[in-house]
Nanobody, 123 residues
């Protein structure tokens, strides 16, 4: 059983910063990809940033957050972070942690999702 838990959401003024964290727990054999998604009210969930562990930590970002957001991983803590700087009102939404994991009890990767954390950026 694998679970993801997000922390660090909140409300900030435009131009401010927030740091989100996602802790993975459970019977994990290996982690292939960790990523952050977000969903604004009335919109579809979109990929914000991803970190490919299989390729040595290759990162990818949505065009709207390039240069402002940074995804990183703390191996010892089994945690992925999303540092968000220069926040804009359009960054408002629920942010979800996603991880593609091979469980200890299996041989194929499975996508796991956190419950989400609210980020609100005020004008």
């Amino acid at each position: 059983q694998v679970q993801l838990a997000e922390f660090g959401g909140g409300e900030v003024q435009a131009g401010g910063s927030l740091r989100l964290s996602c802790a993975a727990s459970g019977s994990i054999y290996s982690t292939i990809i960790m990523a952050w998604y977000r969903q604004a009210p009335g919109q579809q969930r979109e990929l914000v940033a991803s970190l490919n562990i299989n390729t040595g930590g290759t990162t990818d970002y949505a065009d709207s957050v390039k240069g402002r957001f940074t995804i990183s991983r703390d191996n010892a803590m089994n945690t992925v972070y999303l540092q968000m700087n220069s926040l804009k009102p359009e960054d408002t939404g629920v942010y979800y942690c996603n991880s593609r994991i091979i469980p200890s009890t299996g041989w194929v990767p499975i996508d796991y999702w956190g419950q989400g954390t609210q980020v609100t950026v005020s004008s």
